[in-house]
């Protein structure tokens, strides 16, 4: 089939990379301009610079235009293809191949449609993520499913490794919904929107550690946030601290949030949890912290003793 590809980032790199090697031919590849927004500067394998060295027309768009539309109307694709494009398609441009338009969303849709989704699907205690193969509706993330495929979160799942599990699913889910429009056995299973889950983009201080939670979700949100990505961070008397290594307590610690507590195993023991007042919660033990200057810590060099507060402000 004749293929027009809109994407960004390592996910809209691999599906072109998918779509190279397999029999459709590519016609045009629409991408966003470069960004230094934190979550769009990471995983930022450049679609413009594999479509170039294919000899692929580039389009380099914001958000969809009357150019664009004009484009791909003269081109006539049989179908389009999004993975990662990041604003939402009128149907003036999704519904001009005779096709439609396949979009790939790495969640299990219809949960945590929207943004980040594999990174809101750990912190949130989620079992699994995986990937979505869906045709483009009006609404976001919304269309009917051609295929998904899972992959399982565990009790040492993050946010890096559940990403790339993701991103490696792309290839054989792509081809899979592309053979099934081409021969006609796509069979579309609707979305139970009542089941729908919205997240919205992350920002930096979607990162910071609220220590009235229990120390079992802070772990989780430390995992989540593993680098590439900003980690998840706090404050210790007016410096940042990333946490970049933490586990769950062994034994059971009481009082106030947030209170640099002990030494337990090789790391530092955080008071957590709004009910740790009654002493009947776990701590966070932080392994390694990363400071402001890029200095990798051991949580003991770190703090050489316990007393003082974590807090979320610098204050």
Do not use: C
């Not at 995983?43 to 580039?58: P, Q």
């Not at 919304?142 to 495929?149: A, L, S, V, Y």
């Amino acid at each position: 089939m004749r293929v027009v590809m809109l994407g960004y980032q390592t996910w809209g790199h691999k599906t072109l990379e998918a779509l190279v090697k397999s029999r459709h031919q590519v016609e045009l590849v629409v991408t966003h301009p470069p960004s230094e927004h934190s979550y769009e500067s990471i995983w930022a394998d450049s679609v413009e610079d594999l479509a170039r060295s294919e000899g692929i027309d580039v389009h380099l768009a914001k958000r969809p235009t009357d150019e664009l539309i004009a484009a791909v109307t003269d081109i006539a694709p049989d179908v389009m293809v999004a993975n990662n494009w990041r604003t939402w398609l009128p149907p003036e441009l999704f519904a001009i191949p005779e096709h439609g338009t396949l979009n790939l969303h790495d969640s299990l849709l219809p949960e945590f449609t929207g943004f980040s989704p594999v990174i809101w699907a750990l912190i949130s205690g989620a079992s699994q993520t995986g990937l979505t193969a869906h045709m483009m509706d009006d609404d976001l993330d919304t269309g009917g499913i051609i295929t998904q495929r899972a992959v399982p979160i565990t009790d040492t799942s993050t946010g890096t490794g559940l990403v790339q599990a993701t991103i490696d699913l792309i290839p054989e889910v792509l081809i899979e919904a592309l053979d099934a429009i081409e021969f006609g056995t796509a069979e579309l299973t609707p979305q139970d929107l009542s089941r729908r889950t919205f997240f919205h983009k992350r920002a930096d201080i979607d990162s910071l550690v609220d220590w009235t939670k229990p120390a079992g979700e802070i772990e989780r949100f430390v995992r989540a946030l593993q680098d590439p990505y900003p980690n998840a961070y706090t404050w210790f008397h007016g410096e940042r601290l990333r946490i970049t290594a933490a586990h769950l307590s062994r034994s059971i610690y009481g009082g106030t949030p947030g209170r640099v507590f002990i030494a337990e195993d090789d790391g530092m023991v955080i008071v957590a949890g709004s009910e740790a007042y009654r002493g009947g919660s776990r701590g966070l033990v932080i392994d390694r912290l990363r400071t402001d200057d890029g200095v990798e810590h051991k949580a003991l060099d770190y703090f050489t003793r316990g007393g003082g507060y974590l807090t979320n402000t610098p204050a």
